[in-house]
């Protein structure tokens, strides 16, 4: 079975730019999450979604956006880009269990922002 | 208050030894808890699951959990320089919404 694909691998932009980063899960898995992970910050939770509904936001400002497609492929973007938004981006899928969520990872998305 | 607090380490264990890994949580609605391995440069991958009181054993590894103090632990036993990692510790919870929540991790060194 097919891991989560995460697309790019890697993103160079520059400030006031926007980008989109795409996830696909594993087959048969309905949830996908987004985190965003620094040294500094850890693995910081963006959105979780489930049957293309958002369930949960981080505290995260307005420029952060996601979206998941019936097909459970998601998608996440960052509009006017920040030189703190620079991260590995981590998207996460699980089956539809609310609570016994066990997640596995893509390989992330590395964003740099110049 | 952080959601979940980890001691940042590093923790260092010669091989052979019991590594313990600690957490805390704040949120007293959470329902499961979990442990992951991060070896750099690497993704995030699940070890070992809890969601009730007590310990849970698989192979090497225990986890242990009580809800009335709010507390996850991590238990590596014969420890082996393959288990030098950053552990993360993360709890799930319906508050506000169900949502995973990690802690900073746990970086631990286990010396040959």
């Known amino acids: 079975k097919a891991g989560v694909t995460q697309t790019p691998r890697y993103l160079i932009k520059t400030r006031g730019q926007q980008v989109t980063l795409s996830c696909s899960p594993i087959?048969?898995?309905?949830?996908v999450s987004w985190y965003q992970q620094t040294p500094g910050q850890g693995l910081q939770f963006l959105f979780e979604?489930?049957?293309?509904?958002?369930?949960n936001k981080g505290n995260f400002p307005g420029r952060f956006s996601g979206r998941q497609f019936s097909n459970s492929r998601s998608e996440m973007n960052v509009s006017t880009l920040e030189l703190g938004d620079s991260a590995l981006y981590l998207c996460?899928?699980?089956?539809?269990?609310?609570?016994?969520?066990?997640?596995?990872f893509g390989s992330g998305t590395q964003l740099s922002v110049l | 208050q952080k959601e979940v607090e980890q001691n940042s380490g590093p923790l260092s264990v010669p091989e052979g030894a019991i590594a313990s890994l600690n957490c805390t949580y704040s949120?007293?609605?959470?329902?499961?808890f979990f442990w992951y391995r991060q070896y750099s440069g690497k993704s995030p991958e699940l070890i070992m699951s809890?969601?009730?009181?007590g310990d849970k054993e698989d192979g090497r590894f225990t986890a242990q959990l009580n809800k009335a103090s709010q507390y996850v632990s991590l238990l590596i036993r014969d420890s082996q320089p393959s288990d030098s990692a950053t552990y993360l510790c993360?709890?799930?919870?319906?508050?506000?919404?169900?949502?995973?929540?990690f802690g900073a991790g746990t970086r631990l060194f286990v010396k040959a």
């Open positions: 809890i969601y009730s009181n």
């Open positions: 993360a709890v799930r919870g319906n508050t506000g919404g169900f949502k995973t929540i």
């Open positions: 996460a899928s699980s089956t539809n269990s609310a609570t016994n969520e066990k997640l596995f």
């Open positions: 979604y489930f049957s293309e509904t958002q369930r």
């Open positions: 949120d007293r609605g959470s329902q499961s």
């Open positions: 087959s048969g898995h309905r949830s």
